[in-house]
């Protein structure tokens, strides 16, 4: 069967479509890969203004071409986020006009969590859940022109409109991650390049979008159900989702090492795993130790839950080569957090954040995440987040987020609840409104000011549904010493991953790079009997599965 399978997101770093890929290549050979984004995500200009989103619609033109690239073959199968689910929709509606007799099927998390939405679009498939075993099952029944319509994590759509909505198979078990593929990455691939139809992707393009970086996922699943989130969806089809499961140290190391074969020039991981740090201290450190041995790159965690920073599990990764963490704060104000239902109290973030700052000689800023524009957000509640940046230990920078409804998520019910117009909210996540109180947080992250000039400043500060005038100059103008900072520290550590294209490869390739980090890396030493007692016992099942 010849198989097209195409991303839509912002980029090339779709993790899950490339772990589905990679999977769908083993069971069927005869497969092509193909991206569709704008690629504006990561250029130069995106980052000094945040002018585009990473929802971006295609004319009809533009649907047309993608739908011309990608309709020959018998199975089309689709994968993005809900950011591009417009776009996907229109493409698959064109598929079908073009080539009646395919078979459409649409993955990924869009699906996942929004499949009655999802369903309306012209396909004859959804998959509501892990793809794997779903789609290999599926493959063999559909070859062999037997009935398929039952298998589980999948909605059918028969000839006559009626849907078959199946249940969900048990979640992969650590033992059944082991057995799967690594990422499918930088083989031959394509990429939609607007008004020239798809080409193939080359370095620069991995460049762009990653600098020198490889994008890994290790652990999948969240204890935690922040009504935000997409986990509270995942966790409704399946409270197992809560329990991390990851496949064994060995595995992941490997597929770094696979990745590095092909790309000699990758120079640190970011992990993006929903809460690494919740992974047990034992398996946190056999994977240090073999990391540091084999690997020896940096990396970044970016899921961290401040209730699971610990300062021996700091050690373990930092030793082992951690110098980026990126940690969800959200909001200083206590009643937001009990509104997105986050069980962690502000004094823990606080503390979490006091153990970071005593990493700080080896790390670059640790990021957090805030959520802002929140229309249920009171004066005062802005204010508690400005304070609590306010104090919180340095260094750190921020990840400022516009709110932004996922559909189908307990947000959006909490939203209507409220009587808040959806509609309202900004549809951008990044792109924030040019309040004075974001002029301000940007301000505290490269001076914290007096804090008598700070009282008088809040005094301005403004609730995002009350009357204010806006400040898109300030705002911007607020941003450059913030990026200027960030960039500079990044360069300091020799990290490309935020500063993208060819200036981390040139220096990679010239020597530059290695020089820089033998002389002004700095290693933490950890005493090995440390490291030894920290280890699993050596009887200890692997890969393991903590809960
Ligand atoms: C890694 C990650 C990223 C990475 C990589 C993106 C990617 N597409 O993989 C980066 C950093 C780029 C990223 C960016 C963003 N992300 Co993100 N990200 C994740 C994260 C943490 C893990 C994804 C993952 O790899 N999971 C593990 C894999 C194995 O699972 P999977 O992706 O679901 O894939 C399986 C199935 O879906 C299925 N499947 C997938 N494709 C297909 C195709 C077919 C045909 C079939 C049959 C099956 C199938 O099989 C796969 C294997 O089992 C998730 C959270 C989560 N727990 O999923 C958020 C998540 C996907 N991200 C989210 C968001 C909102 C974003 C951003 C918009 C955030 C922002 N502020 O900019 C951007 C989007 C930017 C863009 N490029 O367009 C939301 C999406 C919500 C939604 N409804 O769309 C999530 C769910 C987190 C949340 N807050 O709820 N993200
Ligand atoms: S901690 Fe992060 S991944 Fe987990 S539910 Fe909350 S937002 Fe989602």
Aim: hydrophobic share 40%; charged share 20%; with cysteine.
């Amino acid at each position: 069967m010849k198989i097209h399978m195409v991303s839509f997101e912002d980029g090339i770093t779709a993790t899950g479509y490339r772990k589905m890929a990679a999977f769908m290549e083993r069971v069927n050979p005869d497969i092509q890969f193909f991206y569709v984004g704008t690629n504006s995500y990561r250029s130069f200009w995106y980052s000094i203004t945040r002018r585009t989103g990473t929802a971006v619609h295609f004319g009809p033109d533009q649907i047309d071409e993608i739908a011309q690239g990608i309709a020959g073959a018998d199975l089309i199968a689709v994968s993005c986020m809900t950011g591009y689910a417009d776009n996907a929709r229109k493409v698959i509606a064109r598929v079908r006009q073009l080539n009646p007799e395919a078979y459409i099927m649409w993955g990924g998390i869009h699906p996942i969590i929004y499949p009655e939405n999802a369903i309306e679009a012209d396909v004859d498939a959804i998959c509501v859940g892990e793809g794997e075993l779903a789609f290999a099952e599926w493959l063999e029944l559909y070859v062999r022109g037997e009935d398929f319509t039952k298998i589980q994590n999948f909605w059918f759509k028969q000839k006559d409109g009626t849907i078959i909505r199946n249940g969900f198979r048990p979640l992969m078990s650590a033992a059944e991650l082991e057995t799967m593929p690594f990422q499918k990455y930088a083989g031959e691939e394509w990429i939609y390049s607007p008004g020239h139809g798809f080409r193939r992707i080359v370095l620069s393009d991995y460049l762009q979008n990653n600098g020198l970086a490889y994008q890994a996922i290790w652990s999948i699943g969240c204890p935690l159900h922040c009504t935000f989130c997409g986990n509270t969806v995942f966790i409704a089809n399946d409270p197992k989702y809560k329990r991390i499961r990851h496949t064994s140290p060995e595995y992941i190391v490997n597929e770094v090492k696979a990745a590095m074969k092909v790309h000699p020039h990758l120079n640190t991981v970011l992990f993006h795993d929903d809460s690494f740090m919740a992974i047990p201290l034992p398996e946190l450190t056999e994977f240090a130790k073999r990391w540091r041995e084999e690997i020896g790159l940096n990396f970044c965690v970016y899921g961290v839950i401040p209730s699971y920073v610990q300062q021996d599990k700091l050690e373990v990764l930092t030793w082992a080569g951690m110098n980026r963490v990126r940690m969800g704060v959200q909001s200083g104000s206590q009643r937001i957090l009990d509104f997105y239902r986050r069980p962690t109290p502000i004094a823990r973030v606080e503390r979490a954040a006091a153990d970071l700052a005593k990493f700080s000689k080896y790390h670059i800023n640790p990021a957090y995440d805030i959520i802002v524009d929140n229309p249920i957000e009171t004066r005062q509640d802005v204010i508690d987040t400005l304070e609590l940046i306010y104090r919180l230990e340095r260094p750190f920078t921020l990840n400022l987020f516009s709110l932004r409804v996922i559909p189908n998520t307990v947000l959006e019910k909490q939203m209507k609840e409220n009587g808040i117009d959806l509609e309202q909210i900004n549809a951008n996540y990044t792109s924030l409104r040019p309040t004075f109180s974001n002029v301000l947080l940007y301000v505290l992250l490269v001076w914290r000011i007096p804090r008598k000039w700070f009282d008088r400043a809040l005094q301005h500060v403004r609730a995002f549904s009350e009357p204010q005038k806006m400040h898109p100059i300030s705002l911007f103008l607020a941003r450059q010493p913030w990026l200027i900072k960030q960039g500079l520290r990044h360069l300091r550590f020799g990290e490309f991953s935020v500063i993208t294209g060819y200036s981390g490869y040139i220096l990679w390739k010239t020597g530059l790079l290695g020089l820089w980090k033998k002389l002004f890396g700095r290693k933490l030493k950890v005493d090995a009997a440390k490291i030894e007692s920290w280890l699993p016992p050596i009887d200890r099942p692997s890969p393991s599965e903590a809960s």
